[in-house]
């Protein structure tokens, strides 16, 4: 999934989007609880209206970004209060409030809200947070199903996802890097009974292998007719991986973060586009992708204009990481049909 922070998949208007067949993508509840608001999304028609993007939209909990991006929070059983990174305002995010926010933003799926242990975390420290997002799923679960049904879309009829008619919530299973910790999160989770399960906390500076083992851990007890997502992953080499050990979907900022900074994921590995050896290259991107970009433009001038810091920098390395991203999921997608995932290519190869 693109992440779309701000109602927007930074630099890619919406039709590229589905031109390049991104079926879903994230909106964060924290950047579009502060700027534009929720109740003038809402009172807009819902995100979906509001950014004209008519497929799936997943927003997050908020919790993520308030630990990440606020200053001055603190965290309490009721929730977190925080000050606002833009203008210093203060704001309480609870279980309540973000069902709010998510619902009023009109998303097809809502997370409940969760706290991120920090990395690293005291075993004890791990047990008590991972015991507090239990109490915050039953206490976002109690109200999303009181109002679910207030989704701007639910009564303009315009969108169809299916029998229900209003959005899915998904719990999220925490537990820090401790095994059993993760097995009792994802158990009592499970019991609370949600129409799909994230894998979260993962991705926040511990090894490759550490996340794996995790991942591994969770999805043994994560209903498999459940969607199974886990956030915040990853290189295009490890969603591969977590492809094949059972992970439904995944979301992550890097392939449009790094496009912005140059790095463009290619099938010979990573490229440093601002590199001058790529001054007089007249070969594609990745002569392998059939992307807008890589059919038209050169290595030479994809450098060319990151090195001007011309925006269309922005917009085509973004277009073709997106492309790349994509199309590695399809090819995961059609290997699973055929029931071997064996010949997926590792994408792994460095070109640093
Ligand atoms: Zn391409």
Request: aromatic fraction near 8%; proline fraction near 5%; include cysteine.
């Amino acid at each position: 999934m693109p992440v779309g922070t701000a109602g927007t998949v930074k630099a890619v208007p919406q039709d590229v989007l589905e031109e390049l067949g991104a079926q879903i993508i994230l909106g964060n509840t924290y950047h579009l609880y502060l700027r534009p608001g929720h109740e003038l999304v809402r009172k807009l028609g819902g995100l979906h209206r509001f950014m004209s993007w008519n497929r799936a939209l997943l927003t997050d909990s908020g919790g993520f970004q308030v630990f990440s991006l606020s200053e001055l929070r603190r965290v309490t059983e009721e929730g977190v209060s925080f000050r606002s990174h833009l203008d210093g305002t203060s704001h309480l995010f609870t279980p309540e409030r973000s069902m709010e926010i998510q619902i009023a933003l009109g998303a097809d799926i809502v997370m409940a809200f969760d706290e991120c242990t920090e990395h690293p975390a005291e075993r004890e420290r791990a047990r008590q947070s991972m015991e507090m997002t239990l109490r915050w799923a039953k206490r976002s679960k109690e109200y999303f199903e009181a109002h679910k049904h207030e989704v701007p879309w639910a009564e303009s009829g315009h969108r169809d996802i299916g029998a229900s008619g209003h959005p899915a919530l998904f719990g999220i299973v925490q537990g820090g890097m401790y095994g059993d910790l993760r097995r009792e999160s994802a158990e009592r989770t499970v019991e609370l009974d949600f129409p799909g399960y994230a894998i979260g906390g993962l991705s926040v500076g511990e090894s490759r292998e550490k996340t794996m083992e995790m991942i591994a851990i969770v999805l043994e007890l994560l209903p498999k007719d459940k969607p199974r997502y886990v956030m915040g992953v990853g290189y295009p080499e490890e969603i591969v991986q977590y492809a094949a050990m059972g992970v439904d979907m995944m979301d992550c900022v890097l392939p449009t973060r790094a496009a912005r900074h140059g790095l463009l994921f290619t099938s010979e590995g990573r490229m440093n586009i601002k590199n001058a050896r790529y001054a007089q290259d007249q070969q594609p991107p990745d002569p392998k992708c059939g992307c807008r970009v890589c059919s038209r433009y050169t290595r030479a001038y994809l450098r060319h204009l990151f090195v001007s810091a011309e925006p269309l920098a922005a917009v085509l390395n973004t277009v073709h990481n997106l492309a790349f991203y994509l199309d590695t999921m399809r090819a995961v997608r059609h290997a699973i049909k055929l029931g071997d995932l064996s010949g997926m290519p590792s994408r792994s190869v460095s070109l640093a």
